[in-house]
């Protein structure tokens, strides 16, 4: 059968009713209807199936019910092998392909809310695990980790570069220069665009809501909007190992280097002439560094 167990495991097909494995014995394999729970066949070692308990009456398949069954098993699946779909639109995915084949089945689909719990956890099970030090994180990001989900974004070239993860470098800090660690950091083309157009950048460092084995998330932003309508809008996020001198210009260096390779930004075309924020003595030197026309405050 195409349907499988709650757990994953493969239904057999007998008289046109599914029955699940309910044990095995020497070479003889027991099976209990998947429908009443009462039916009983039985496998020998040559293949022949024998009907040992009949199923209660009237269990009989329901067809419609069956496809609600497979399109929620599909719908597991597209969760499974899609990490960067959200758990709702794999599950509008699949209930919109069977209102087209079988519309009747609907009326047996659970709803969103109800099987949410079940998805989650087949999410979770496929996950990677997230690494507890530098030695454990992927030497190559898995590449449904670097998109920006659901977007496709156009960069200076006219591709369409559907990425997320903007810059991977090593990195090896003075303070320990035998020890390998990582910057990674997180834009798409078109917000490297507005960050690099704008005049005025803001940038915040936060520690409490940084990854492991990271130190701080390092957050550049701009203002959109005038008055009381202005917000500041995320456009870069970096994690970084540390936060000396030496770490924050290792990280522009490598952002400024991602942007010439990436979109063709050199120095001369950045718009930047002001900088906010809470700074530290080693990120204002960094910055005095970049060769950039700075008003730092």
Same mark, same amino acid.
């Given at each position: 059968s195409q349907l499988k167990t709650t757990k994953g495991s493969s239904? =057999?097909? /007998? @008289? !046109?009713? @599914?029955?699940?494995? #309910?044990?095995?014995? !020497?070479?003889v394999t027991y099976f209990e209807c998947y429908n009443c729970k009462k039916g009983r066949v039985n496998e020998n070692e040559h293949g022949h199936v024998v009907e040992t308990k009949p199923c209660v009456e009237g269990c009989e398949v329901n067809a419609l019910e069956q496809q609600a069954k497979l399109a929620l098993q599909e719908t597991k699946l597209l969760v499974k092998t899609h990490p960067e779909r959200s758990l709702k639109r794999c599950f509008e995915d699949t209930r919109t392909k069977l209102t087209e084949n079988s519309l009747d089945s609907l009326a047996y689909l659970p709803s969103f809310e109800s099987t949410s719990s079940a998805l989650q956890r087949v999410r979770a099970a496929n996950r990677p695990k997230l690494p507890v030090d530098f030695a454990t994180l992927p030497a190559i990001i898995p590449e449904? /980790? #670097? #998109?920006? =989900? !659901? %977007?496709? %974004? +156009?960069?200076?070239?006219?591709?369409?570069? +559907?990425? =997320?993860? /903007?810059?991977?470098?090593? /990195?090896y800090g003075p303070e320990d220069p035998t020890t390998q660690k990582r910057i990674l950091g997180f834009m798409t083309y078109e917000y490297a665009l507005k960050l690099c157009s704008s005049t005025h950048i803001f940038i915040d460092g936060t520690f409490k809501t940084c990854p492991v084995p990271f130190y701080q998330v390092f957050v550049f932003s701009t203002m959109i909007g005038t008055g009381d309508e202005c917000r500041l809008i995320p456009r870069l996020y970096l994690l970084l190992p540390g936060k000396s001198e030496h770490c924050y210009t290792s990280a522009l260096n490598a952002l400024l280097e991602s942007l010439q390779i990436k979109q063709h930004i050199n120095r001369e075309t950045i718009a930047w002439t002001h900088v906010s924020a809470d700074f530290e003595n080693g990120l204002e030197v960094a910055l005095s560094n970049l060769e950039l026309p700075l008003l730092v405050d």
């Open positions: 239904l =057999f097909v /007998y @008289n !046109g009713k @599914n029955y699940r494995v #309910q044990k095995r014995i !020497g070479l449904s /980790y #670097q #998109q920006a =989900f !659901g %977007t496709r %974004t +156009p960069c200076l070239h006219d591709s369409i570069i +559907p990425s =997320f993860l /903007y810059l991977d470098v090593e /990195y």
